[in-house]
């Protein structure tokens, strides 16, 4: 049985991910100190066989008897909400809580991977973003705590590859959806649903004419597992190339939720990207690996999770 340590575990890729793994007979254990994520994103998981939850901050040392196989960097801050109300949290645990966990992969000589971000691109300049992109980032900028925090991770988990031999792995996450979002972390699918069952108006920023590409997070695990087995110590992107309007988007969330809201307009935020596509060239030739569940249907199953659910 494979064991494996998965950071950021309750939140919502992070829990999803530690589900797939314990089906998949994995022993997990999942580390949270829950300033974003959420006991109830796991709770189902108590009591099952395999599953240990820890309770801890990763910018502390982290002590775990016992062999590890991997480790799963998924902690951090992820949405505009949370990293601009928690800018200085969000840098330590790019730095800081990578720096550990570094240091427990060596130690157990474990496979790390790391959950970086299609945000190291910045407002790029480039399009679609290929992973020998170098970015169009504002360090300075309010974006620039959780930008700048996963682009020293990227850095500090090569270094720690090539002056110590460590098997790593870099997975650039690109917009994911689904289950378990929170309805108030900022970011474009929850609001606008939530927004739309409420009946109330959804907010565009701008002119609605930026684009975003959107990855059902059951794709997303495949591919980040698809990473971890088969990947190199090169980046590689993982989200959907499908490109969608904001604007579009929006009025799809109305027709698809049956809401009577309307589309209203806000100023776009500061260093807002204009385009978000990834170029998954390198995710199909190795590793075999391209999203499959289409927006529609991936937007149904969270339309109903909300639903369901007041969380």
Same mark, same amino acid.
């Given at each position: 049985?494979?064991?494996?340590?998965?950071?950021?575990?309750?939140?919502?890729?992070?829990?999803?991910?530690?589900?797939?793994?314990?089906?998949?007979?994995?022993?997990?254990?999942?580390?949270?100190?829950?300033?974003?994520?959420?006991?109830?994103?796991?709770?189902?998981?108590?009591?099952?066989?395999?599953?240990?939850?820890?309770?801890?901050?990763?910018?502390?040392?982290?002590?775990?008897?016992?062999?590890?196989?991997?480790?799963?960097?998924?902690?951090?801050?992820?949405?505009?909400?949370?990293?601009?109300?928690?800018?200085? @949290?969000?840098?330590? %645990? #790019?730095?800081?809580?990578? !720096?550990?966990? &570094?240091?427990? *992969?060596?130690?157990?000589?474990?496979?790390?991977?790391?959950?970086?971000?299609?945000?190291?691109?910045?407002?790029?300049?480039?399009?679609?973003?290929?992973?020998?992109?170098?970015?169009?980032?504002?360090?300075?900028?309010?974006?620039?705590?959780?930008?700048?925090?996963?682009?020293?991770?990227?850095?500090?988990?090569?270094?720690?590859?090539?002056?110590?031999?460590?098997?790593?792995?870099?997975?650039?996450?690109?917009?994911?959806?689904?289950?378990?979002?929170?309805?108030?972390?900022?970011?474009?699918?929850?609001?606008?649903?939530?927004?739309?069952?409420?009946?109330?108006?959804?907010?565009?920023?701008?002119?609605?004419?930026?684009?975003?590409?959107?990855?059902?997070?059951?794709?997303?695990?495949?591919?980040?597992?698809?990473?971890?087995?088969?990947?190199?110590? @090169?980046?590689?992107? %993982? #989200?959907?190339?499908?490109? !969608?309007?904001? &604007?579009?988007? *929006?009025?799809?969330?109305?027709?698809?939720?049956?809401?009577?809201?309307?589309?209203?307009?806000?100023?776009?935020?500061?260093?807002?990207?204009?385009?978000?596509?990834?170029?998954?060239?390198?995710?199909?030739?190795?590793?075999?690996?391209?999203?499959?569940?289409?927006?529609?249907?991936?937007?149904?199953?969270?339309?109903?999770?909300?639903?369901?659910?007041?969380?």
């Amino acid at each position: 049985m494979e064991r494996i340590l998965v950071t950021g575990g309750a939140g919502f890729i992070g829990s999803n991910l530690c589900d797939r793994l314990i089906e998949a007979g994995a022993s997990v254990l999942c580390v949270d100190n829950l300033l974003t994520g959420a006991l109830h994103n796991i709770e189902h998981l108590f009591g099952r066989e395999g599953f240990t939850f820890l309770k801890q901050d990763v910018t502390d040392y982290i002590h775990v008897p016992g062999p590890l196989d991997s480790v799963l960097h998924f902690a951090s801050p992820a949405s505009p909400v949370d990293y601009l109300e928690l800018p200085i @949290q969000t840098l330590k %645990v #790019g730095a800081l809580g990578t !720096h550990k966990v &570094l240091g427990l *992969a060596k130690e157990k000589r474990a496979r790390l991977l790391l959950a970086s971000t299609s945000e190291v691109y910045g407002d790029p300049q480039q399009h679609p973003q290929k992973e020998s992109y170098w970015g169009h980032v504002n360090p300075i900028g309010p974006r620039g705590v959780y930008d700048e925090a996963k682009r020293f991770a990227e850095a500090l988990v090569m270094a720690y590859h090539r002056v110590h031999g460590l098997d790593t792995r870099i997975v650039r996450i690109f917009n994911t959806y689904g289950p378990r979002m929170r309805r108030d972390d900022g970011r474009v699918v929850p609001t606008f649903i939530c927004q739309a069952l409420a009946g109330e108006d959804l907010t565009v920023f701008g002119d609605g004419s930026q684009t975003r590409s959107f990855c059902y997070v059951d794709d997303l695990i495949d591919g980040v597992l698809a990473a971890l087995e088969r990947g190199d110590a @090169q980046p590689i992107n %993982v #989200g959907n190339p499908e490109e !969608h309007s904001i &604007l579009s988007f *929006a009025e799809k969330i109305i027709d698809l939720t049956g809401s009577s809201s309307r589309i209203v307009h806000q100023p776009l935020p500061v260093d807002d990207p204009k385009v978000r596509q990834p170029d998954i060239g390198r995710a199909r030739s190795l590793l075999g690996w391209e999203p499959e569940v289409p927006l529609d249907e991936g937007l149904a199953r969270t339309v109903a999770f909300f639903k369901e659910t007041r969380r």
